[in-house]
């Protein structure tokens, strides 16, 4: 790879009103020699070994982080920096092969000229996809006589029940934060980390949720029932480890943390329904690390943009990114107005067209759960929210219905089962288009596949 390609275009805009020696942060991914073996998720009979090899493949990667380091501070004073030398720090424990650095237009090509750097990002904002809200209403005739919401039954999620309800599966949820204390999320929420926005983490007990709508994702995740006998959650026995990750001005760095301190924890899913300011490619050498050394299922809501845009990292090549549908009157659904899309087409690039979104999920008019919130005419705990982030919750939850199902499956088994089982209403031949991808996920016939 060449010095020029390792350079995230993202940096164009994000260094457009600096001068030279303007200092800026960004993020390094490095190459280090990966662990022998196939890679174990954090089933409760493997946790242990997996966190063993986590540690392990850490170790190994912050040599090569030292060495990396310590050749830039060396160039960086060559160039000028020795009197006020640039910054750099690591990003959690060495989990992910990346670090903090500052760098400046004269340094940021000694940088990437490393032979061990594989790719430099500019350490950019990143922002909740922010959900529709619709104002507070009594639950539907139809909800309360079917006892779970229109999303859990238009996927037959009951049907999947009587085989698999996500049983010790892991799904890190990085979000707002959570309001662990929901009579829905009871016994759910098994860990919980604030990361500020310079990237340090931070306990905090209770568990709590600068929004709502971490509460809401988690809800539809995990969540039980409402006091009315209402289901609301796809997978009611996973476990959700929650990183408050969009709590004041976060960039790429907390994200980063989050995933990090993820791994440490055993996640199985990566649930996250977030964006980054200007498009970045680069953020596929993230996904590929979590899919195939660690054997995380990442899931990522493509935006709420509208037709012809797309959201990063959701519009990256390798990102299982979900798109929104909603319950037409005729009974049958449709992709949704706001539901983002397109296809990305980069010239003399491996991967020169890209389509997004992967697959859809029900996302509008989805009840979940939120923290307390007065109203006029009292105290809601629960809410109906639109939105890609709304449609993502559910493709996390069906994973996770999936990996407890059949617990050797790696995550690209279930990336591929969910593609290939879903339905598109123009037939397969059209499979993947920028509006449905390749189509409404079909869960049951993902777990006879799975399982087969």
Known sequence: MNTKTKISPAFEPFLADSDEDDKREAIIIYQAPPLEGS?????????????????????????????????????????????????TSSIGTGTLPLANVEVT???????????????????????????????????????????????LKQLEIPALWQTTKGN?????????????????????????IVIDPIGRRIKSD????????????????AGGQTPE?????????ANLLVAGVLIGDATLQTLMEGIAWAI????????MSLGFNYYEPIFAEILEILVNQYGILPVVAIGNENHGNSSSPGNVYNAFSVGAVEKMESADVDITFFSSGASLVFPGQPNNLVTKPDVVAPGVQIYSSIPPSKGPHG?????????????????AGVAALLM?????????????????????????????????????????????????
């Open 39 to 87: 890679p174990l998720r954090g089933r409760l009979r493997e946790l242990k070994r997996r966190l063993d090899q986590v540690k392990q493949q850490a170790a190994l990667q912050k040599a090569v982080e030292q060495k990396i380091i310590s050749t830039y501070q060396e160039a960086s004073r060559d160039l000028g920096y020795a009197e006020k030398p640039l910054r």
């Open 379 to 395: 105290t809601y705990e629960y809410s109906f929210m639109n939105g890609t982030s709304m449609a993502t919750p559910h493709v």
């Open 264 to 271: 440490e924890n055993g996640a199985d899913i990566i649930n």
């Open 105 to 151: 237009r004269k340094t940021l090509k000694a940088l990437a000229e490393q032979p061990d750097v594989v790719a430099v990002l500019p350490n950019q904002k990143i922002h909740l996809i922010k959900p529709r809200k619709i104002e507070y209403s009594e639950l539907t005739q139809q909800e309360t006589q079917d006892k779970l919401t229109w999303g």
């Open 168 to 192: 010790d599966i892991n799904v890190a949820v990085l979000d707002t934060g959570v309001y662990a204390a929901h009579s829905a999320l009871k016994n759910r929420v098994t860990d919980f």
């Open 229 to 237: 006998g209402i289901s609301i959650g796809v997978a009611p026995e």
């Open 404 to 452: 407890a199902a059949n617990p050797t499956a790696p995550a690209t088994d279930i990336i591929k089962v969910l593609k290939e089982t879903a339905r598109h209403p123009n037939g397969n031949d059209l499979r993947p288009c920028n509006r449905w991808g390749h189509g409404l996920i079909q869960p049951v016939e993902a777990l006879k596949a799975i399982t087969s």
């Open 206 to 221: 209770p568990p709590y949720d600068c929004g709502e709508h971490g509460t809401h994702v988690c809800g539809t995740i």
